[in-house]
């Protein structure tokens, strides 16, 4: 544990640079989907979306999200060896946890909306998508928020 301690400053900026690529593409994923609700089924376009979706999921988001938990423990595993495990009690990090329990469940979501995507079976309109595009960015603020305000009490 010495080391992520020493190498604090590193993880954290790995972790924010995981960070943006997993929001990048948690935004961008359901904007597909606005658009490949109105392609008709088996048409090149369709199959367009299928491949764009597949490859962002698997190839950026799933990456980046594993990416962003893995430096994520190892903050707070650096953390908890500097100061004590008493911060994941605290309220900014409980409502960092509750959010990012959030994000990674919508991330499922995504996942499964683009199988459903894939075989055809996709029931949700557009308009659904595009409200459902503004989830990641609002959990987001409360997540930087809550990080970024945490000392504001002491």
Known sequence: ??????????????????????????LYLPRLFVYHTKATPGSQMDETFKVMERRLLRGIINPASIATAVFGLGLILADAQIRG????????????LVALVGLYGFHGFLSASRKK????????????????????????????????TKYLNH
Do not use: Y
Request: net charge neutral; hydrophobic share 65%; aromatic share 14%.
């Open 85 to 96: 495990w008493d911060f994941l009690l605290q309220p900014w990090m409980i409502a960092k």
């Open 1 to 26: 544990m010495d080391f992520l301690v020493a190498h604090f400053n590193l993880l954290r900026g790995l972790h924010i640079l995981a960070v943006i690529a997993f929001m990048a593409g948690m």
């Open 117 to 148: 995507f894939e075989r055809g079976e996709n029931v949700r309109s557009e308009k659904f998508w595009r409200m459902v595009n503004e989830i990641p960015f609002v959990l987001a603020i409360v997540i930087v928020m809550s990080v970024t």
